[in-house]
């Protein structure tokens, strides 16, 4: 079997795949422009991520008139690997070289790097064996058994009488299977919950502890074009690397299964198929569960993905000698934060949610038609939306009542580390932290608001948190009137400000000159917004507790119906376990005009240059001026129309 082996490196949003990769407009949400009654579901809105042990072959044959055998399933099952938790990747030779992408390999490329060297900065390859470097704590796993024990997990839930009985039963059950098949150190098992509990598979792999780096390219080679051109196509980077694995004498381990180059390459119209291990998706959720999503999870995760790289940004900009160790995770939220913006725009285009709800009213009229089914399951949507609608009215309050780096004044941060000030008072001095000492006290205080302090963007943000305390609780709510004493806009701001101690450095010293006496008795609007947002936060949490485990019920409830009605016709959502996409090597239209399928190594120079070599499309001197047998012609990425997301990094594509 020859294979091509190269990395597909789109975004799919969570609601549905693409049968080819084309460029989505993104709509408001008003929908007035199109009929949804013309708007009907697609026979692969639920994604082509099949499972090995529930393979599509009457779709395979019918599709491409290919039909997997045994020897062909368990060879490709056997050749392809996980990459630590986070990435996918195979055998590629017999002495147990493996590839994967660049971007997977990062941190184990930093691991490696010796004293006086940049591997990120010049690359890294080992002309010889003993040249391989091993990566401390990295591993790979192999699949090497995959069992079906739905059967015997549901036949132990059946006996639950209350829902966290039925959580208890399952998790012991899980245990029992995992540890009956957990044959010695080199392997272990995992039960993964399919469908929402709607069947149970049992994979047993095999893990590999000794890894070694083979080859990997620069960084601006393996991530040229940065963000910027991340997530799309047509794109130019060499996001490839080498690893081999070796065996528990130390030597590079000897397999059987692995996969070929092809000699061809990529062709258009080919048929492919994409092994892996692909990490999460949401495309079974309801309707109610994806605008609970759009409305709530997705903003709040970009919010704190924001967050977190703007401060990383901050500190490689003012201490630039720790870049190195910082970007390896700073380059892992701009993907995470360019994927879930994708999965936001999914979420917020009409015809998308429309073609959803045409699937979720076809499958309510299959179980309406059936008085069993209808009695088990016919009530199941409206308790999961009268959930979210609960879940997101809490959310709503939980949001007003806390606070975030992007849209709260620095005053509720001043406060914060306030009351941390005052918890530490309460020692005795031998005890507290050596800056809140009596000597250290007041000028610690005075450090809580930093000189180039923007006031007139606080107070803004202040008028804006009061605006939404409003919004969400009304007139009458007592954490908001204790906060803004009933007043509203510029007279609330004026008003809190003028009762608060944090407002500036001279109210700060005027509070420090009091020592701790003064500081332990301090009472100040934001401290006391805090306290009672706190306190009412718990109680929301709890609530909020209570419900999801309702949702999880729920949901099993929905991976059963949706099982029963459509067996393994649709496939289950991603869950980092073994699964297997089809799909061919096809380019596709975008901003009026047609992306080719295969892109080539003159499109790097073209970058390059009409970016005049500029961060981030600059490149290493040795693409500059390559040897003269060097051919920029050759093929270097191509395009596909296969499902993957996140966690199908690395995968091999295979003919």
Not at 379 to 407: K, P, V
Not at 413 to 419: K, N, R, T
Request: aromatic letters at 12%; a negative charge; one cysteine or more.
């Amino acid at each position: 079997m020859k294979s091509t082996i190269f990395h597909i490196k789109y975004f799919l949003s969570a609601l549905i795949i693409f049968l080819s990769i084309q460029k989505t407009e993104t709509f408001s949400q008003n929908n007035e422009w199109f009929d949804p009654d013309t708007i009907k579901a697609g026979r692969f809105d639920t994604g082509k991520m099949w499972l090995f042990e529930h393979l599509p072959t009457g779709y395979f044959k019918e599709e491409y008139g290919f039909i997997p055998n045994k020897d062909w399933v368990d060879h490709v099952r056997i050749s392809t690997l996980k990459f630590a938790d986070y990435c996918s990747a195979s055998f590629i030779s017999a002495d147990g070289l493996i590839m994967t992408n660049h971007h997977c390999a990062r941190e184990s490329i930093t691991e490696v790097i010796n004293e006086d060297e940049d591997l990120h900065k010049d690359g890294f390859i080992a002309w010889t064996i003993d040249d391989e470097r091993p990566v401390p704590g990295l591993f790979v796993e192999q699949c090497i058994g995959i069992e079906d024990v739905t059967d015997e997990i549901q036949s132990a839930i059946e006996l639950a009488e209350s829902d966290s009985e039925r959580f208890a039963i399952e998790s012991e059950k899980v245990q029992e299977i995992e540890n009956r098949h957990q044959s010695n150190d080199e392997t272990y098992a995992q039960v993964t919950s399919l469908y929402f509990g709607g069947i149970y598979s049992l994979y047993i792999y095999k893990r590999y502890d000794d890894v070694r780096l083979v080859f990997a390219p620069e960084f601006q080679a393996g991530y040229f074009g940065g963000d910027y051109d991340n997530f799309t196509y047509p794109r130019y980077n060499l996001d490839c690397s080498f690893f081999r694995v070796y065996d528990e004498n130390g030597n590079p381990l000897k397999v059987d299964h692995y996969f070929n180059w092809s000699e061809e390459g990529a062709q258009p119209g080919e048929v492919v198929f994409v092994t892996g291990n692909p990490g999460s998706t949401s495309r079974l959720k309801t309707i109610a569960q994806l605008e609970y999503d759009r409305d709530f999870t997705i903003p709040q995760t970009l919010d704190y993905l924001n967050g977190y790289i703007e401060i990383v940004e901050k500190i490689i900009k003012r201490e630039p000698e720790r870049t190195i160790d910082l970007s390896d995770n700073l380059l892992d939220y701009y993907n995470s934060r360019k994927a879930y913006e994708g999965i936001l725009d999914g979420l917020k285009n009409p015809m998308l949610i429309q073609r959803k709800k045409n699937f979720e009213k076809i499958l309510r009229e299959k179980i309406q038609s059936d008085p069993e089914l209808e009695k088990k399951y016919g009530n199941l949507w409206n308790e999961i939306e009268i959930l979210m609608t609960d879940l997101g009215q809490l959310m709503n309050e939980r949001n007003a009542l806390t606070y975030s780096s992007f849209s709260t004044p620095e005053y509720f941060f001043i406060a914060d580390q306030l009351i941390d000030i005052v918890e530490e008072l309460k020692l005795p001095e031998s005890d507290r932290s050596d800056i809140y000492s009596d000597d250290k006290l007041a000028s610690t205080i005075e450090s809580l608001i930093s000189d180039d302090f923007n006031y007139e963007l606080n107070n803004k943000l202040l008028k804006d948190k009061i605006d939404i305390l409003y919004k969400t609780y009304g007139d009458d709510n007592e954490i908001v009137n204790d906060f803004t004493d009933g007043k509203k806009g510029d007279d609330a701001v004026n008003d809190i400000l003028s009762r608060s101690y944090l407002t500036s450095k001279e109210k700060l010293k005027e509070l420090a000159v009091g020592g701790p006496e003064s500081i332990l008795n301090i009472e100040d609007p934001f401290i006391d917004f805090i306290n009672n947002a706190d306190e009412r936060d718990e109680k929301i949490s709890s609530h909020v507790g209570v419900i999801l485990t309702r949702e999880e019920i729920c949901n099993r409830k929905l991976g059963n119906a949706l099982f029963e009605i459509y067996g393994t016709s649709i496939p289950p959502d991603a869950t980092f376990t073994l699964r297997i996409s089809d799909g061919v090597v096809k380019g596709f239209d975008y901003n009026g005009t047609s992306a080719p399928p295969v892109t080539t190594f003159y499109g790097m120079l073209d970058r390059y240059y009409s970016f005049d070599g500029k961060f981030p499309w600059e490149l290493h001197e040795r693409w500059l001026n390559a040897p003269s047998e060097f051919d920029y012609s050759t093929p270097f990425n191509f395009v596909t129309t296969n499902d993957v997301v996140g966690g199908s990094s690395g995968s091999p594509v295979i003919n």
